[in-house]
Every structure is written in C-alpha cells, then in structure tokens.
C-alpha cells in the first residue's frame, strides 16, 4: 500500500500507525481482553505494557514460561530453544520471543 497525497491534518500518520500495527486479542485466566501491539516489539512487551499479567521469566526464549497457544493469525519467532515441531504445529509460541505476521492475531494461554 503506497500513500501519495500528503495530508495536512495528520491523517497520514493514522494510516501509517495502523500499518504497523496487530490488533490481539488474549484470553488469560479466563479473562479475553483486545490490545494493540505495535509491531517494533515483542508481543509479551506489547501485553505486558497494555496491563496483561503474562507470565514470563527469562524474556529471551529459553524457559518456556510465557508459552501460549495460537488460535488465529501468524507470528515468527525470532529464537526457540523450547519448543518442539509438535509444539510448533499445535499453535504454541513464546510470547517473549513472538515478532507479529498477521494484522490480527488471538491468542490462549488457558488453552494448551
Ligand atoms: S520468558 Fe522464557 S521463554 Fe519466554
């Protein structure tokens, strides 16, 4: 998507905010609440900042104590010392490791 006219209202900073943005939503402890993630962080960052209790520990990948399950959209890891390929397939991630793909993406940590 290319935007051409310059905008004097501001309007072309929105577009763009919403370019580079995940709308998520995370069910936790029974709880399904919908936040932004911008997409320049880790999706724990993003649900840590937006007052989401996600576990977590060592914040590198290594632990496993922020895994959660995939229900919808697409994200990359950028390390996995944790996770299996069964793991992988079953829609587990770590958040604390967790780069977004898709635009929208729902995620479970009651579920896995
Ligand atoms: S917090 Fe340790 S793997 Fe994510």
Request: charged share 25%; net charge negative; hydrophobic share 30%.
């Amino acid at each position: 998507m290319e935007i051409e006219k310059e905008p004097t209202d501001g309007s072309d900073l929105t577009i763009k905010d919403q370019m580079n943005k995940t709308t998520v939503q995370v069910t936790i402890n029974g709880t399904t609440s919908t936040i932004t993630w911008e997409q320049n962080i880790y999706l724990l960052d993003a649900l840590l900042d937006a007052g989401i209790t996600a576990p977590y520990s060592c914040g590198r990948g290594n632990c496993g104590t922020c895994v959660c399950k995939v229900e919808d959209g697409e994200i990359r890891l950028r390390r996995n010392f944790i996770l299996t390929e069964t793991h992988l397939e079953e829609g587990l991630i770590l958040t604390c490791v967790a780069t977004p793909v898709s635009k929208r993406l729902t995620i479970n940590y009651d579920q896995f």
